[in-house]
């Protein structure tokens, strides 16, 4: 999995608070739950949240790979519910400020699967085979209502090799939607260079765009498809050693026996 990240003048709207996190499995136990990314977007943004994307970021990843005999489906669902009571203990202490000013998109990529949920504006896409699908659509939650549903949908697939996940915030993906959105898809490789060059190109437009883009990109890794074929080959190998034997005691007996 080769991720791709891309902030554009975080700083242009002072009342909007824009943050990417990125967590990875600190021990080898953990590796097989795949990476954390989350992509946030706090508006109308107050001096007491100053702290508050930050403590959330915290809190799922430590609940995510808390438990390393957990499927990463499952870490995902338990750090999502600690997420949501952390804002709803925020609301309870009467911090509400951030209700429905919170666009979050939390993902959980590795090797082929992707889980992911979503409130507010923040969009989620599938680019596969030229194809753009927006997959955010089915975990759609707007962050209104109860806080301890903030994170109220989950969605769970596989993905193909080569397939693209890009993730925007709101106002990014309405000024690059029609022109640039369309270059990047046609891209016949979308690869870090190839995006700066399309950044390049619209350098005065630029000025005035504000949020993040996160593009995740399926790619095969060789040692997983290679380690399977070993293990198959070694435990093959012994299969046939003891059969062997088996059958060279079996014969020695019959010969004892015939003699």
Not at 104 to 115: E, K, M, Q, R
């Amino acid at each position: 999995m080769q991720v791709l990240e891309y902030s554009f003048n975080p700083n242009l709207d002072k009342d909007i608070k824009l943050r990417t996190f990125r967590f990875c499995p600190d021990h080898a136990s953990k590796n097989h739950l795949g990476d954390l990314y989350i992509v946030a977007e706090e508006i109308n943004y107050l001096p007491i949240d100053a702290n508050l994307l930050e403590e959330l970021a915290n809190i799922i990843q430590e609940e995510f790979y808390s438990n390393p005999k957990r499927m990463p489906e499952f870490s995902f669902k338990d750090a999502l519910r600690q997420g949501n009571s952390f804002l709803a203990k925020k609301a309870e202490s009467g911090n509400v400020s951030w209700l429905g000013n919170l666009n979050i998109a939390v993902l959980n990529l590795g090797g082929f699967f992707l889980n992911f949920s979503k409130s507010g504006t923040t969009r989620i896409l599938l680019l596969r085979s030229g194809e753009l699908t927006d997959i955010g659509q089915e975990t759609e939650s707007h962050g209104i209502g109860l806080p301890s549903k903030f994170f109220a949908n989950i969605s769970s697939g596989r993905l193909t090799p080569n397939d693209k996940v890009l993730v925007f915030t709101q106002q990014l993906f309405e000024s690059l939607y029609d022109d640039v959105l369309s270059e990047i898809i046609n891209l016949e490789e979308i690869n870090d260079r190839n995006i700066k060059r399309i950044i390049s190109s619209w350098k005065k437009e630029a000025r005035d765009w504000s949020g993040i883009l996160l593009i995740a990109i399926a790619k095969k890794n060789g040692m997983p498809f290679l380690m399977p074929f070993k293990l198959f080959t070694k435990n093959k190998l012994i299969i046939l050693l003891i059969s062997l034997i088996i059958l060279l005691l079996i014969s020695f007996f019959i010969f004892q026996n015939n003699f």
